[in-house]
């Protein structure tokens, strides 16, 4: 699977960011997926993940119900809503496929990460 994210930028605290990731390949409509972020001189975290039908999603607990993760595999896209960001969520996000994990080793096949930058 193929993946390559979209929608990072610039924001103020407490805006929102919606990323993307479009998905090709031959499982890329049926795979869980999720999202991870590495913020400079950390270790890249879990943020969200869900299964491949879409109805079960899991979150880190610092998300606190900002975020929300969704995907349509009609589309073979995967989405990220953030709301109410903190300058704490500035990182790289990269969008994930081939599990549902919080083990950033289960997954097989990686984008190529978006940047977030949010300013206090």
């Known amino acids: 699977v193929q993946l390559v994210e979209s929608g990072g930028g610039v924001v103020q605290a407490g805006g929102s960011l919606r990323l993307s990731c479009a998905a090709t390949?031959?499982?890329?409509?049926?795979?869980?997926m999720g999202w991870f972020r590495q913020a400079p001189g950390k270790e890249r975290e879990f943020v969200a993940s869900?299964?491949?039908?879409?109805?079960?999603?899991y979150y880190a607990d610092f998300v606190r119900g900002r975020f929300t993760i969704s995907k349509d595999n009609a589309k073979s896209t995967l989405w990220l809503q953030m709301n109410s960001l903190e300058p704490e969520d500035t990182a790289v996000y990269y969008c994930?496929?081939?599990?549902?994990?919080?083990?950033?080793?289960?997954?097989?096949?990686w984008g190529q990460g978006t940047q977030v930058t949010v300013s206090s």
């Open positions: 390949g031959r499982t890329a409509a049926t795979a869980p």
């Open positions: 994930a496929a081939g599990s549902a994990s919080t083990d950033a080793r289960r997954y097989a096949d």
């Open positions: 869900i299964s491949w039908s879409g109805d079960m999603s």
